[in-house]
């Protein structure tokens, strides 16, 4: 079975830092990865998303992911963070074996930057 | 505007009494799904529909229904509701199954009492 885990409930980042938020996954077959964010009383929105091809993904909002196949991992960073980028941030992946098509979400880590 | 649409937003029910919540996009896509979140747990997706008249079942489908009859509209019905269904519940919708990134409903959140 396919999951994924978010280490940290909550990071916390002064505005103008770099952040990370982090994401480890576990999948039969080749990964399709996702971060997906989450406004107060809003619904998920896509941010980017990994197929194939360079490990270094671009996305929505300046945010970047980095896909590190030997440390399962796909990690969502930004170089300077805004207070406007606290959220909810989900991770996401989808399995590429045998039964997949399906998307298993992390549990959240709650992003709040500080002004 | 493209969009996933979701009513009620919010639901206060008693245990037992059947409810529908509806999802409707304009975009189109063939891949529909419902999720609910729950504090600690993330989301969960309860059933997906890869097109009209087919369904599968999610991780936890225990208690709901799903139909897709229109390929715009994919509404989720519990039967029998109970406390434990409690929760915020997202419908999402994309062009396929495979490799597509989902467009979210603005959720539901549902109260049994």
């Known amino acids: 079975a396919q999951s994924v885990a978010q280490p940290e409930d909550q990071v916390n980042v002064a505005e103008g830092n770099p952040l990370t938020v982090k994401c480890t996954y576990s999948?039969?077959?080749?990964?399709?990865l996702f971060w997906y964010v989450q406004y107060p009383n809003r619904g998920l929105q896509f941010l980017l998303k990994y197929i194939t091809g360079d490990n270094l993904v671009k996305g929505s909002y300046g945010f970047e992911a980095e896909f590190n196949k030997s440390q399962t991992s796909f990690h969502l960073k930004k170089p300077s963070a805004l207070v406007s980028d606290s959220a909810l941030y989900f991770c996401a992946v989808e399995g590429t074996g045998a039964g997949s098509y399906q998307l298993t979400f992390g549990k959240g880590t709650k992003l709040s930057v500080i002004p | 505007e493209a969009q996933v649409t979701q009513n009620p937003r919010y639901l206060i029910t008693v245990t037992g009494k059947k409810l529908t919540v509806t999802c409707s996009q304009n975009?189109?896509?063939?891949?529909m799904s419902w999720y609910r979140q729950d504090p600690g747990l993330g989301l969960r997706q309860i059933y997906y529909s890869m097109n009209v008249e087919v369904t599968d079942k999610g991780d936890v489908p225990e208690g709901y229904k799903v139909s897709r009859k229109e390929k715009r509209n994919f509404p989720l019905i519990l039967e029998s509701p109970s406390p434990n269904q409690t929760s915020l519940y997202f419908c999402?919708?994309?062009?396929?199954?495979?490799?597509?990134?989902?467009?979210f409903g603005p959720g539901t959140r549902l109260t049994v009492t």
């Open positions: 999402a919708s994309s062009s396929g199954q495979e490799a597509y990134e989902q467009y």
């Open positions: 999948v039969s077959g080749n990964p399709y």
């Open positions: 975009m189109n896509h063939e891949y």
